[in-house]
């Protein structure tokens, strides 16, 4: 099969005139980790076939595009939710999986959540924690660096949490 079919819970980003959809839910409850491209030019679907180590299955996660790759966080994995990146590389055809330093803080494992990256760092906000219970915490990831820290909320009216937002960008 050369498109991906009926799914859910999956996330979509575009590079030039290509759109890549990545991992979901199937009608089946199969949770997959495949990859698929719409060539806009051609209007058709092919299936991408990454090299080397692949990831595992996610769904419910977000992916946004920082230079040449999709950044992959969070969402389900095996039925579990996680705090982890993936990341494909689109000039490589390569997944890679950055470790969290384990002595450093980092997000609480979530889905559900939204996701944007300005200025070379990922802004993830609310979803739904472990204990299923909506979340309105802020982190964001550099990037570069590859370090989490949490931005706490000051406002005068508290943000309630939330899940199944979305979150915008807008560069001029």
Do not use: C
């Amino acid at each position: 099969v050369h498109h991906p079919g009926p799914v859910g819970h999956h996330t979509n980003v575009v590079v030039g005139k290509k759109s890549y959809l990545y991992g979901g839910i199937m009608p089946n409850q199969e949770i997959n980790n495949k990859m698929y491209v719409f060539d806009s030019i051609s209007h058709s679907w092919n299936k991408v076939m990454p090299r080397g180590k692949q990831p595992e299955p996610r769904d419910q996660h977000t992916a946004n595009v920082w230079e040449d790759k999709m950044i992959v966080f969070g969402g389900f994995e095996n039925g579990s939710r996680v705090n982890t990146i993936q990341v494909y590389n689109f000039i490589e055809q390569r997944w890679s999986f950055p470790v969290n330093d384990p002595g450093a803080r980092s997000p609480p494992a979530r889905g559900g959540h939204s996701a944007v990256i300005f200025k070379n760092k990922m802004y993830i906000f609310g979803g739904h924690n472990d204990e299923n219970k909506r979340v309105a915490d802020l982190w964001v990831y550099d990037l570069i660096n590859m370090i989490w820290e949490e931005i706490p909320d000051k406002s005068l009216f508290k943000i309630l949490p939330r899940s199944g937002h979305s979150a915008s960008i807008y560069k001029n």
